[in-house]
């Protein structure tokens, strides 16, 4: 069985793990990190992206073996010292969601989107968060949360 | 849904994926980023006992610039290939085609040999490959060999790789600035598999078109250059588009299923290949 080392959430892991266990179960089953969600678990919906080495991935489609020596960022490891990440605020405020199956998914996703993007128009983000689904069909608002976002993150780099 | 079991195996350069490859035979199978195969795995239609994981193998990953050439390692994911600069400088069409692959999750962990390893009729890139004239190193127990990409794909999902070998790099030919290119995918939604999609590389020069090269996304069990087309087209006036367009889907036999019959598909190609030589001419 291969060993893992991995970090996630800025904790180091070191497991052994089955060859075929994929990433997305490795979170949510052996670490208990239940903030990242399984959807169509085929490689479709998004609903399980986490950042992998900082880019947004689909853990659904990574097998954990593959993240020996890997920092991995769930929705669970965005806030900073109790304080939500703008992506969240922003979601929270413009009210990005309506079952809020997809929202871990949709703001990790925005999350790299945002950080190569820091003003993205509207159609830049529809774009960018084509790898994500939401069956509610809420992406009005989601779209207003992530341009939200994008401006206390500008601010933010200025102040 | 999960995957049936198998034996991992993570290798440092090509030599071990190819030694690993020949002891396992044909039950080992490459894993480089995986989205192709993963999904194979989770919904049981492929078992590998074991994987062979190039993903980290260094020669396969960057591209390099060969002269009249460049060659592009295999492993090398879906997001660098669209943005390195020697793409875009000399290649363009590549950064375009590559950038309509799936979704940004998909190019950050997908890689560019996968794509085309995998011999998916449906996949942007083996269209690609195949309009470009690329050339692939493929490593095997008897050392390397280059294949050209018409010679490549076989069958559905099948190519000439065999069960010790390993897709090392591509070399593509540098385009000079006289190319227009333009990728028409037809889908319903975003991150759709192409239903129909035509690639159109034109080199131009005062009204006239000197070479055009069109490849064909699922028009067939491999993809398929669309030959009547760029013989009409080639040496002609601007004045024979619709006429040579027309003849987009000859000798194909496309696939049907729940998204379009074969005539629809025929029909899509020639709709989809003019618009591609238009645009590709600047149009």
Redesign the interface.
């Known amino acids: 069985m291969?060993r893992i080392s991995v970090t996630v959430d800025g904790v180091t892991y070191e497991d052994d793990v089955?060859?075929?266990l994929?990433l997305v179960y490795y979170l949510r089953e052996r670490l208990g990190l239940t903030g990242t969600n399984v959807g169509c678990?085929?490689?479709?919906c998004?609903a399980c992206?986490v950042l992998?080495n900082g880019?947004?991935?689909?853990s659904?489609?990574?097998?954990a073996?593959?993240a020996?020596g890997a920092e991995v960022t769930t929705i669970q490891g965005l806030a900073r010292n109790g304080e939500w990440h703008p992506l969240q605020k922003a979601f929270n405020a413009e009210h990005g969601l309506q079952c809020g199956y997809c929202t871990p998914g949709m703001i990790m996703?925005s999350v790299?989107?945002l950080e190569h993007n820091d003003d993205p128009t509207d159609e830049e983000v529809r774009?960018?968060l084509?790898?994500?689904l939401c069956r509610c069909t809420g992406y009005q608002n989601i779209v207003k949360a992530v341009r939200a976002a994008a401006g206390e993150v500008r601010e933010g780099a200025t102040s | 849904m999960i995957p049936a079991a198998f034996d991992y195996t993570r290798v440092g350069s090509v030599d071990e994926a190819v030694q690993a490859l020949g002891q396992h035979g044909e039950d080992a199978k490459v894993l480089a980023g995986g989205h192709s195969l993963i999904p194979l795995l989770r919904l049981r239609l492929a078992f590998p006992s074991v994987l062979v994981d190039v993903g980290r193998v260094d020669e396969m990953r960057g591209v390099r610039d060969d002269g009249d050439h460049l060659v592009i390692g295999a492993a090398t994911t879906h997001d660098e290939v669209m943005h390195d600069d020697l793409v875009r400088q000399h290649c363009p069409v590549i950064s375009d085609v590559v950038s309509q692959v799936g979704d940004p999750q998909v190019r950050h962990r997908g890689t560019f040999g996968g794509g085309i390893a995998h011999g998916d009729p449906a996949g942007d890139l083996p269209a690609l490959a195949l309009a470009l004239d690329a050339t692939f190193v493929i490593a095997g127990s008897g050392g390397r060999r280059d294949v050209a990409a018409s010679d490549f794909f076989v069958d559905y999902l099948q190519t000439v790789l065999g069960a010790e070998d390993v897709l090392v790099e591509i070399k593509v030919p540098k385009l000079g600035s006289d190319w227009g290119h333009n990728y028409q995918k037809f889908n319903r939604v975003a991150q759709a598999w192409a239903i129909v999609g035509s690639l159109a590389l034109v080199r131009r020069s005062d009204g006239s078109i000197d070479e055009a090269r069109i490849g064909l996304t699922h028009m067939g069990s491999v993809p398929l250059r669309a030959s009547a087309t760029e013989q009409a087209l080639a040496g002609a006036s601007t004045d024979v588009i619709a006429d040579a367009c027309d003849q987009a889907a000859e000798g194909t036999s496309p696939p049907e299923d729940l998204n379009a019959r074969a005539d629809y598909r025929q029909h899509l190609a020639r709709v989809l290949t003019r618009r591609a030589v238009e645009h590709a001419l600047g149009g």
Do not use: V, W, Y
């Open positions: 291969p089955e060859p075929r994929l678990d085929t490689s479709n998004g992206t992998f880019r947004s991935a689909k659904c489609t990574i097998l073996a593959q020996d996703a790299d989107l774009h960018g084509e790898g994500n």
